[in-house]
């Protein structure tokens, strides 16, 4: 392992980020509807903090890099993120109120990873300076914060391969025909101008700057973190409330999709359009399920069908795009629909997007599998040509997305049991369990139970939040990049 690599390239993803905490810090001393100096002092504080730490790192690995290998990207990718929430929780603590330092590292891992989960049982009383960071630390991680820090240090050169291959917002596999750096400006071009317009489109719509920055950060990093306590509610009985909710909802499906795709659009490749099927797929779930789950309320005369069906779209978008905005308690609706919103948890969006859950991909891969072995059950001699997206799957690839899926489903059920044990004292109900573990490791926000949709996880004892964060971390990077680093052979000198 090569230590100085790790220390120069980890110091300067710090000191990106204690530009971002700086610029958040600028906005609080601007804005002189915060009257709050302590959201100020604690994000300055923060990002000098974090520009030592990563200048000592930058200063312990001075060396030239032309190269990244394999291995210690892997790690990067891994102790990025975690290094990432660790410094991001810096703001919470110093600020007023404060909060306690496993509170502070949930908080921030939830925003880096995009999971939208959180402790604060009034987020109103928080300072707007540290609001503002909470939605910047979303927006960051959507895309994926190595992404950026990539295309804006060039010197990295050929070595980036290592650090996208582990990067689950990345496909490298779609983009091998292109320079790895030139790929990762495209994509933060297409996710500037995306954001841009969503912005801009909810200021039109009578939202102030303030919350249409936030509100357009963590919805085009399908985050979900709102300024208000009753999250996208809150504008429910505007005149245009219905309005404001389908206009998010149209950039939580654009998101959804692999963020290639608008790159292609971009460079106006059509041809390549022809044989993208996850995002179509992942369009008809979402417009049948919501369609299902407005009859069935309907049915049950708890609301009027348009109503229902304006509801059910906007939570069914929310929740596969794992964005997690709410605006009615889901959990009052029948069981059948529960059951699919559980569905739609596990299932996420689709495969280079900033989505979380399984992807789209994956699932059309198992099934495409599951067909294969049943056919080749009678005919075991016929020959399939398994391909996805206009690319063909090898029986290597096929065979790694089953393990995945399994794994995955192992990790659900183990985490569980973790869950019960850590909340022994507690009496945690299974409910409650399960939904917190797919709130977390699948990167939705909200879960069942005692973190549902109208509350939250303050009430977990501490270390059950950072043992939260970890499965945030995991789900985010998809289990590998952060398993890998608990393998002791990774950390032997060459």
Known sequence: MNFRILAKILGALLLLESVAMFLCGVFTRLDHSCDCEWSMAALMKSAGVTAAFGSALMLLGWRKIVKIPRREGVVIVGLGWILSGIFGGLPYLLSEPAMAPADALFESVSGFTTTGSTVMTDIESWPRGILMWRSVTQWLGGLGILVLFVALLSYLGVGTKSLFRNESSFQTGEASTARIRD????????????????????????????????????????????????????????????????WLSLFMLICSVSFLIWVVIMKKRWKRLRSEEEGKWFFLICFSAALLIAVGVAAKEMEGFWPALRHAWFIVVSIASTTGFGTVDYERWPTFALVLIAMLMLLGGCSGSTAGGLKVSRLLVLLR???????????????????????????????????????????????????????????????????????????IGPGFGEVGPTKNFAHFLPATKVFLSLLMILGRLELFAVLVLFVPSLWKKY
Not at 195 to 216: E, R
Not at 381 to 398: L, W
Not at 399 to 410: D, E, K, R, S
Request: aromatic content about 14%.
């Open 369 to 443: 599998t599951a067909r294969f072995e049943v056919v080749k059950a009678f005919r075991p001699h016929k020959v399939f040509k398994m391909q996805v997206n206009g690319n063909s799957i090898d029986p290597e690839a096929r065979a790694q997305t089953v393990m995945f899926i399994c794994l995955y489903c192992f990790l659900v059920i183990i985490a569980s049991f973790m869950m019960g044990l850590l909340e022994f004292a507690n009496d945690i109900d299974l409910v409650t369990s399960v939904g917190a573990v797919f709130a977390t490791l699948l990167n």
């Open 183 to 246: 790929t990762a400006i495209s994509l933060w071009r297409v996710y500037l101008a995306i954001t841009a317009v969503c912005i801009i489109g909810l200021k039109t719509m009578g939202f102030t700057w303030y919350t249409a920055v936030n509100h357009g950060f963590t919805a085009v990093s399908t985050g979900g973190f709102s300024p208000h306590n009753a999250s996208i509610g809150y504008y429910s009985d505007w005149g245009n409330g219905w309005l404001i909710e389908l």
